[in-house]
């Protein structure tokens, strides 16, 4: 584990991600909507690049609504690209079995500068 | 001191037509109705056990049945579920024959049973939800009525929308719903994926395993989520599939999660508290070495209860029904989880330790 | 029977060991407009119609956020374009290389409405595969392909397995499951079996489209609504083909046929053989044409694919399959490029130790008749495939 360089902050706007090459699959580092957070390439499944996997939202039960879902936290759930296990980017826990969980990864700015421990 | 026994699936039948048409509402008397032995896929040599053809149409007359099971049987309740025969297209004439039915069971079979060992179903007619309801609320009350009954034929399975407020009705008066392979040639589709069957043996044994798109939809659909007291039974075995598809089921819940996020837990966590099954002569290992080890899977022994399906062809012993099993595996199938579901409280030698 | 130009694989630099078999790939062509070069002149516009004529919605039941991903991995979109599962490179880099797959059989997925057509249809992936990925991209020699047939005309679905029979790479038989109503036992189906029987070539059945409803098929009790309970419940669709294909004296009627079921799980084998053991124990006078074992037929004529492999405790999974014994009766897939895709290094540890060389290759291998050594790919490393950890 290190604290490694990730880039400039003006490079990873918020909806983006940077894939770093520490450990043997990669780390994601992510800004979602100004805040930052990294997860390991590796889902916790079969092993997938996870970082490959789309960034979205997800849909709540809201039995009150017609078609009885409600579509929230846009930008925070990545899902893996093979089977498509949502991940919750904030903490790294599978939304629907929180047991199942992927690696996170520390991630601070430093004077304009994104850092990640891994 | 011998183990109790509680037989949860026994078929009562009529003598012949005539005794069914006396309990049919006025309204509907002249209406044609299938035939009181009317099947599908008839066994070839006949349906019911060889040594039952004695004269009286086998399972047709109460005192028979009762010195069979419980005097010569050594069975201590019976659960009766009668047959219908077929989903009609008229579904209110199909709801008149399920409550004649009702009827007669509860003249001829519960009230006239002084030894209070007979129980039994209230038939609803699915199709026919508002009829359903009113005719759980009507016999909902009696006292020995512990489930009702429906025919695993449908045209729709029974997760989806429109059958809910039956097993919301079902579910407030404490009952669960019996689901059980029905007789007659109904408004059906054929009884396999593939198609019809072309043998007898290839429609017995595929025919109960359609319960578990049933199931997967009750899970699915949520009914099971909003109604915590719904409870179903699947009276033709088919237990021994339950644990390759719920492994599906659970499987496939961790992608599937936001189409159907009132799916709240691993879709397998619901089947404690809302499925059981009866027993069947076709589910099992057939070494009753494996049988022990096998019924530990999902959990099976704790679901499984001893059902005869007397007068049929197939009816399976309590001695059979438990071959290979360990003591508490058996105890729980022959009457501990009978009586622990339908809350028969009253067999006074049920102690610990009873087992024979 | 046509003619071709086959690279041998002995011109290949090196080669490495099969130890692994992926028994579910399914390949497309890079456009229609390529396919329809394969096509006869007159049946272009009848398949494939001009004008306004949009291909009908292809499924009823959507994957996991279908409208972006088509249901293919997200990660298998090729680089130099086209849709998952067009680029034999790609995917050769991606399987071959990367997963470890050392022989990979191909099963493209078509059908359509009107039985000529589609039997024309069928013929021409036939002829595109045979070109395009056992031809032009098979230097190596580990792909292997599958004789598309139609199930509605089994008569010219013989003919079409007598066209190919004898291919070096064509190394089965594939057919759709979903047949009208007509169980897989039935004599209608007789000609094809005897002409892949008699050609050597296994029968495999694997899902195709989802369109016209009663396709699907119509399930005994209604449909679910759902993807999720609609594809836990399919295996009950090769329950009762694989019951009528024992019960309606199939296997009696064809001795050398074997049948693969693909990508429909294979855990429920076990209770299905017992509960046709105890059923023909009880009944056999209604089946006087039945006079094996039902599950000794299964042993001997069925094979399973194992993806989807189910997500359960190791422990638990490895005992199940412990007690099902059916470890030569179970081949490796990997269903690549589909979501659902399974990995050959995550998927060698869900088998028991002893079963582990079967699945993986021995199985196939015996089954499509494989080499034991392929073609190395550039930058492979020579001890090839998967090891358990």
Known sequence: MQRRRVCGIDELPPGTMKLVPAGKFGVGVYNVGGKFYAIANYCAHEGAPLCTGFVGGTNVHAPDRPGQLMFVRDGEIVRCPWHQWEFDLTNGHTLADPTRKIRTYRVDVDDGEVYVTA | ?356 | ?389
């Open chain 2, 1 to 356: 001191m011998r183990t109790p026994v509680i037989d949860t699936n026994v078929q009562p039948h009529f003598r012949y037509n005539a005794e069914l048409r006396k309990f049919i509402d006025p309204a509907y008397k002249t209406r044609a109705i299938p035939d009181v032995e009317q099947q599908w896929y008839q066994a070839p040599g006949g349906d019911y056990r060889a040594d039952l053809y004695d004269g009286k149409y086998p399972g047709s007359v109460p005192e028979t049945v009762a010195r069979q099971l419980f005097s010569e049987g050594g069975v201590d309740y019976a659960i009766l579920n009668p047959l219908t025969r077929g989903n009609i297209a008229d579904y209110l004439l199909n709801s008149r024959i399920c409550a004649a039915v009702n009827d007669w069971l509860v003249e001829r079979w519960l009230d006239a049973d002084v030894s209070d060992r007979f129980l039994g179903t209230i038939r609803v007619n699915p199709e026919d939800p508002r009829g359903a309801v009113a005719e759980i609320e009507r016999l909902a009350g009696h006292p020995k009525m512990v489930q009702v009954g429906v025919p695993m034929q449908s045209r729709e399975p029974y997760g989806k929308p429109m059958f809910e407020p039956i097993w919301e009705a079902a579910a407030g008066f404490g009952l669960p719903v019996a689901v059980h392979v029905n007789g007659g040639n109904g408004v059906d589709y054929a009884p396999t994926f593939a198609g019809h069957a072309h043998t007898y043996p290839g429609y017995a044994a595929f025919m109960p395993l359609n319960y578990f798109v049933h199931l997967a939809t009750l899970i699915v659909e949520g009914t099971f989520g909003r109604h915590p007291g719904a409870r179903f039974v699947f009276a033709d075995g088919g237990y021994d599939i339950l644990t390759p598809l719920m492994w599906r089921l659970d499987t496939f819940w961790v992608s599937m999660r936001d189409q159907t996020p009132w799916v709240d837990r691993y879709p397998s966590e619901y089947l404690a508290d809302h499925v059981r099954f009866c027993s069947s002569a076709f589910d099992g290992p057939t070494d009753p070495a494996d049988a022990s080890r096998w019924m530990d899977f999902t959990n099976k022994s704790d679901l499984v209860m001893y059902g005869s399906g007397y007068p049929h062809w197939s009816t399976t012993s309590p001695h059979d029904a438990v071959e290979g099993l360990d003591p508490e595996q058996r105890a729980k199938l022959l009457w501990r989880n009978a009586g622990d579901f339908y809350n028969i409280q009253s067999l006074t030698h049920l102690t610990e330790g009873s087992d024979a």
């Open chain 3, 1 to 389: 029977m046509t003619t071709f130009d086959i690279v041998p694989s002995e011109t290949a630099a090196q080669t490495v060991p099969v130890t692994v078999v992926d028994t579910d790939v399914h390949p497309m062509p890079v456009s229609t407009d390529v396919l329809k070069t394969y096509a006869p002149a007159d049946w272009v516009d009848k398949i494939w119609p001009r004008g306004n004529a949009v291909a009908p919605v292809s499924h009823f039941y959507d994957t996991p956020d279908a409208f972006k991903t088509s249901s293919m991995r997200v990660d298998a979109m090729p680089p130099r374009g086209g849709f998952a599962g067009t680029d034999p490179e790609f995917a050769a880099k991606q399987l071959l290389l990367d997963a470890g797959v050392s022989i990979a059989v191909l099963e493209p997925m078509c059908d359509h409405q009107l039985p000529q057509h589609e039997h024309v249809l069928k013929s021409t992936y036939n002829d595109w595969l045979a070109d395009v990925w056992l031809n032009q991209n098979n230097a190596h020699g580990r792909w292997r392909g599958s004789v598309s047939v139609s199930a509605q005309v089994p008569a010219d679905a013989a003919r079409e397995v007598e066209r190919w029979g004898g291919h070096p790479y064509m190394a089965e038989v594939l057919m759709t499951p979903q047949t009208r109503g007509i169980p897989f036992g039935n004599p209608h189906f007789d000609p094809l079996y005897e002409a892949a029987a008699r050609n050597g070539l296994p029968i495999a059945t694997h899902l195709m489209g989802q369109t016209p409803f009663e396709l699907i098929p119509v399930y005994p009790v209604g449909n679910p609504a759902h993807w999720h309970d609609f594809f836990a419940s399919w295996p009950l669709l090769y329950v009762s083909h694989l019951m009528s294909l024992v019960f309606d004296g199939a296997f009696d009627r064809h001795p050398e046929l074997r049948v693969v079921f693909v990508e429909g799980g294979f855990t429920w084998a076990m209770p299905v053989m017992s509960r046709m053991d105890r059923i023909w124990e009880q009944r056999k006078g209604d089946l006087p044409h039945v006079r094996r074992r039902p599950s000794d037929y299964v042993r001997e004529h069925v094979r399973f694919t194992t993806q989807p492999l189910e997500e359960v405790e190791v422990e638990t999974y490895l005992e199940y399959l412990d007690m099902m014994d059916m470890g030569d009766n179970i081949m490796f897939s990997t269903d690549y490029p589909h979501w659902s895709y399974d990995s050959p290094t995550w998927a060698i540890n869900r088998f028991p130790a002893d079963q582990r060389e079967r699945i993986m290759k021995g199985n196939a291998t015996a089954l499509y008749g494989l080499p034991a050594v392929v073609g190395a790919l550039p930058g492979e490393r020579s001890s090839g495939g998967a090891e358990a950890v």
